[in-house]
């Protein structure tokens, strides 16, 4: 079974985000990335399926600037085989990653396509159903345990309700969420064996796909800064004060 | 916000001012490159914010205790440790086949400073550890490197370095532990020794004690000194973890600071004595331990270094983000309040703490890459002139982080201001944890003693001449550099004086007259510090120059700029320190000498 693991390169989750100055995006300069949280989640997934002796192979794939290269590299420190970097230098979309990421799906031929839920820069949580959809796969989103059988993988998801557990055919796309386990760290003998591994260089004209964006940024903002409240001194009061504001 | 090293600052040591990627040209660094350096950096950096940041207050709050049993400590250092056994820092530095990456020690120890400045005391166990496994890996025999070496890379033992007694500490030559040769090698030793930091725990499947002890035979004094392995549980020629061996932990100290580190008075040899393994030949103990110690004192200051950093950082961010107070020119009452980074006295302390830990961070970084070309330098003669090198700047890589990175903790707490007193916020416990970086692996007083009354007249002062042609090297390229010529003029004359001090102390001590010279190394050790830390302010300073000249990345200029700031500050605030210095050196002061016992 060959698992395909699509990363991307992200600002680095213990930064602090700043506007840039003139209000078009966030700071980038001289800032920390690393790969987004829920795709290391992914590539453990994977990593650990080939350690369990279902996977055979393990792709990393990213499409971002030349940079992301130190991205896949961790993937392949933490465990992956070898990787495909689509460069790609401005901001990239869900749906364009979704058009490149089916294109490398129709030579991979991957039995399974794990990603993170979701992409911490963004938070747009797109990627993995357009990239099902596009490819008439069956999709488990927001995956916290995956257990693949016969042809098939079972995955339960984290829904509003609780626990969902649901059978896919093979093959198939799946998202992991945070709870589906706890990502390993490169550890210093695979960075070195790491270096040693493949890195196809690609772009998007080599799958066809237009990249051009279809949504345009009109202004980035600091989240106003919230109000001071107000203690009061019993359940009546705070329903008069939510009634005075508007709230009931 | 960075919490442990501003990675920017990091890289500007490791790679601008260092050239850290030119160690790749010695053949045994050949497959590395800055990528790997530097993944394995963010892995450090991840795993000490992950792992080893989060309990250092509680390690803190609940020291380790002793049931007179056995040692208890929270769960979450052994779990660090495992982690960090797990990711391969233990034997990082070490060749591939012994398990390692054969990463420079320049590296190595850049990560070490990322996991001291996350949570000094659970880091002191592997610390300690590496330091015993590099000592063991040069003058351990081949069965001992297999039996106690290659598990402790493993991470399956841990190391101790056993040196002080009750009564001898700074003075070895006293030391009372016996070791009685019992046939086939193996010795019964018999002693207390104090101090033994991670001396106990259960952390590891056992512990291997490197302890200083006299033969029945030996000569009086550091000349009669061997040194031992002794494991706490007994080890088979198989290298199988078998009973304990006769070493029992008589209590732990209650200190300070670093008090998730485990310290102990050990007993050795209570019942029928401790079963040891002599290293190396018999009487020969003392310069082995220095064999270590030397790298060790380096590993001391870096940490030093990283408590001040951490404090540093702290204390920056709550300045940005604390409102207090106006500025002299708004007189309004009702204005809005300023971040206290606006006010003045509180820019002079985040200064003074910056121009003292970066300070440091590139001395200590400094002398990590000279060891690595020491270790990679075939040249004898060109190895010889690094030893020299290394050897002065030693003490001085020792002693000055922990006084003024110490210093930078104590305005860390003063920019917080009462909440900086207080436990709730870090910098308190910075402060007590790096209280003791002056104190051990050799007092800064033994420092200055070994400085003044060793190192800089040993040879004729060849170490001292070294140094200097060191620091004129670099004073001759910022020549014409007019950016940097604030500290670069002030160096040069502190330079001067320097230099003339230290003949003049020559004289007096060549004259007879020792302890006058002596009574005043710890100025002399505090003035030679300055002269050094100038000095790699003007490397950096030049460096900034350039980048600026060159045009630098969109963000970079601050941090530049920034650079050439701290190195003016340097020359106008630090360097008149130096200068009371050397008026006290100048003036040949006893009166610490000459007042009578009775008069204090």
């Not at chain 1, 399926?49 to 896949?72: D, F, H, W």
């Not at chain 2, 060549?510 to 300055?530: C, E, F, K, Q, R």
């Amino acid at each position: 079974m060959k698992v395909l693991v699509p990363v991307k390169r992200v600002v680095d989750y213990n930064v602090k985000v700043r506007v840039k100055a003139d209000n078009s995006g966030v700071e980038l300069a001289n800032v920390k990335m690393s790969m987004n949280p829920f795709d290391e989640i992914a590539v453990e997934e994977a990593v650990r399926l080939k350690e369990a002796g279902t996977a055979t192979e393990v792709v990393v794939v990213s499409i971002g600037p030349k940079q992301a290269q130190e991205t896949i590299r961790t993937g392949l420190a933490m465990g992956g085989d070898r990787g495909i970097l689509v460069e790609y230098d401005a901001e990239t979309e869900p749906l364009a990653v979704a058009k490149l990421l089916k294109a490398i799906a129709a030579e991979e031929n991957p039995d399974l396509v794990v990603l993170g839920k979701q992409a911490i820069d963004d938070d747009c949580s797109q990627t993995g159903q357009m990239l099902a959809q596009l490819l008439g796969w069956s999709q488990g989103t927001f995956a916290s345990k995956v257990t693949p059988g016969d042809g098939t993988v079972d995955v339960t998801r984290e829904i509003d309700g609780g626990l969902e557990t649901i059978q896919l055919k093979m093959p198939a796309v799946v998202t992991a969420d945070l709870r589906l386990n706890e990502p390993r760290y490169a550890s210093l003998p695979n960075i070195m064996k790491a270096k040693k591994k493949e890195i196809a260089m690609k772009t998007p004209a080599d799958y066809g796909v237009d990249m051009t964006p279809r949504l345009s940024t009109e202004r980035v903002e600091e989240p106003p800064e919230r109000q001071a409240g107000v203690m009061v001194e019993s359940v009546s009061d705070l329903v008069a004060a939510l009634k005075e504001k508007g709230a009931l | 916000m960075d919490r442990i090293v501003n990675r920017r600052d990091l890289a500007f040591q490791l790679y601008e001012v260092l050239d850290a990627e030119a160690l790749t040209s010695y053949p045994r660094f050949a497959d590395h490159g800055r990528d790997t350096f530097d993944a394995v950096i963010d892995t450090a950096e991840r795993l000490a914010l992950d792992k080893f940041a989060p309990h250092a207050a509680k390690a803190d709050a609940e020291e380790p205790r002793f049931d007179g049993q056995r040692v208890h400590m929270i769960p979450e250092i052994g779990q660090a440790l495992d982690a960090y056994v797990a990711a391969g820092f233990m034997a990082a530095h070490r060749d591939e086949a012994d398990g390692g990456m054969a990463l420079p020690w320049t590296i190595a120890q850049a990560c070490a400073a990322l996991f001291t400045g996350a949570n000094a005391s659970t880091t002191a166990y592997p610390f300690l550890t590496i330091a015993a496994a590099n000592l063991l890996s040069v003058h351990g025999n081949r069965d001992q490197r297999s039996r106690y070496l290659q598990p402790m890379l493993e991470g399956r033992f841990f190391g101790t370095m056993c040196l002080s007694e009750p009564q001898a500490g700074s003075s070895l030559g006293d030391i009372r532990t016996r070791a009685e040769p019992m046939g086939a090698g193996r010795y019964r030793l018999k002693g207390a020794k104090m101090w033994i930091s991670g001396g106990d725990h259960e952390l590891s499947e056992t512990i291997v004690h490197l302890v200083l002890a006299r033969l029945p035979d030996a000569p009086p004094g550091v000349k009669g000194i061997s040194l031992f392995i002794v494991p706490k549980h007994h080890v088979d020629d198989a290298g199988q973890v078998g009973a304990r061996n006769d070493v029992a932990l008589a209590g732990l100290n209650h200190k300070m600071g670093y008090r998730g580190t485990t310290n102990c008075l050990l007993n050795f040899g209570e019942r029928d004595g401790a079963v040891g393994e002599l290293v190396g030949e018999p009487h020969k103990g003392l310069s082995y331990m220095f064999h270590m110690m030397n790298e060790a004192r380096v590993g001391v200051g870096l940490g030093a270094t990283m408590m001040g950093y951490a404090g540093y950082l702290y204390s920056l961010d709550y300045a940005r983000n604390r409102p207090q107070g106006r500025r002299p020119d708004q007189k309004d009452p009702a204005s809005p309040p300023v971040a206290i980074i606006e006010h003045a006295d509180v820019r002079r302390m985040l200064m003074q703490q910056k121009v003292y830990v970066e300070g440091a961070l590139a001395l200590t970084l400094h002398c990590a890459r000279l060891i690595d070309q020491r270790d990679q330098t075939e040249d004898a003669e060109a190895r010889a002139a690094l030893v020299r090198l290394l050897d002065i700047l030693t003490p001085i890589a020792k002693a000055w982080p922990s006084e003024y990175c110490l210093d930078a903790n104590r305005l860390a707490i003063q920019v917080l201001g009462g909440y900086g007193y207080t436990r709730d916020y870090p910098v308190e416990r910075l402060y007590r944890d790096n209280r003791l970086n002056p104190i051990h692996e050799g007092t800064n007083g033994i420092q200055g003693l070994d400085l003044l009354g060793r190192k800089a007249m040993i040879d004729g002062g060849a170490a001292f001449k070294a140094l200097m042609a060191e620091i004129e090297a670099t004073l001759a390229a910022a020549e014409a550099v007019h950016a940097v010529a604030p500290l670069r003029n002030a160096l040069a004359r502190l330079a001067r004086r320097a230099a003339l001090i230290t003949a003049d102390l020559g004289r007096l001590a060549a004259g007879g007259d020792v302890a006058t010279a002596l009574a005043n190394s710890t100025p002399y050790l505090d003035m030679m510090g300055h002269t050094v830390i100038g000095w790699m302010w003007l490397r950096q300073a030049l460096v900034a120059a350039a980048a600026l000249d060159a045009g630098p990345a969109a963000g970079d200029r601050a941090f530049y700029e920034g650079k050439l700031a701290a190195a003016r500050f340097f020359a106008a605030q630090e360097i008149p320190r130096a200068d009371a210095q050397a008026a006290i050196l100048e003036s040949h002061d006893r009166s610490a000498l000459d007042i009578d016992d009775a008069g204090f």
